[in-house]
């Protein structure tokens, strides 16, 4: 499973996309997969209502609407889904996109945070020597100092990108800092 990551900032804001890039074979099988799933859908459908109970058919109705709901939400994530991080110098956000579904924009304050590449199990057909891993986000509690987790990503990324979303962050940050007045330079 390979997966792009497109990476845009602007002077307060890292933003982050990570989209799915599913294998053929995974795409003809998810596909395949809900077509067979719309089989009892057509069949309910098929039988006159005056030959069945009302109830009986609505309820079966329902039931089956219910039933494609989940591997179609998954096979829309699997296909087109999207991840979008937004990394701010006082906030982190996150939304799964499903194409026509999204999940609430998810906001938590931060001070200090730290983010790492995981390496996964997974390989980069393409790239041999360019390891695939997850992106995982925490939080530094300011009281402890412990790590809280924020976000690990469902897709895979590769190191190369994990190192440009560092250098967007670093940028940002030591340019909010400077205008801040934080950040202080020193010559000899």
């Given at each position: 499973m390979k997966s792009r990551?497109?990476?845009?900032?602007?002077?307060?804001?890292?933003f982050v996309t990570i989209q799915n890039q599913p294998s053929v074979q995974m795409k003809v099988g998810l596909i395949s997969l809900c077509l067979l799933l719309l089989i009892p859908f057509m069949y309910l459908i098929s039988i006159p209502p005056e030959e069945t109970d009302k109830s009986v058919f609505f309820g079966g109705l329902v039931f089956i609407?219910?039933?494609?709901?989940?591997?179609v939400r998954l096979t829309l994530w699997t296909l087109?889904?999207?991840?979008?991080?937004?990394?701010?110098?006082?906030?982190?956000?996150?939304q799964n996109n499903y194409v026509f579904f999204d999940t609430p924009l998810n906001t938590?304050?931060?001070?200090?945070?730290?983010?790492?590449f995981?390496?996964?199990?997974?390989?980069?057909k393409n790239?041999?020597?360019?390891?695939?891993?997850?992106l995982i986000v925490q939080h530094l509690d300011n009281e402890t100092g412990l790590p809280y987790h924020l976000y690990t990503s469902a897709f895979p990324i590769n190191d190369f990108d994990y190192m440009n979303i560092i250098d967007q962050i670093e940028h940002v940050f030591t340019h909010r800092k400077m205008l801040e007045g934080q950040f202080v330079f020193s010559m000899n």
């Open positions: 990551c497109y990476i845009e900032a602007d002077h307060n804001n890292v609407l219910l039933y494609l709901l989940l591997p087109k889904g999207k991840e979008q991080l937004i990394f701010n110098t006082k906030s982190f956000s996150f938590t304050p931060i001070g200090q945070f730290s983010i790492y995981a390496p996964d199990k997974l390989h980069n790239n041999p020597e360019q390891p695939l891993g997850k």
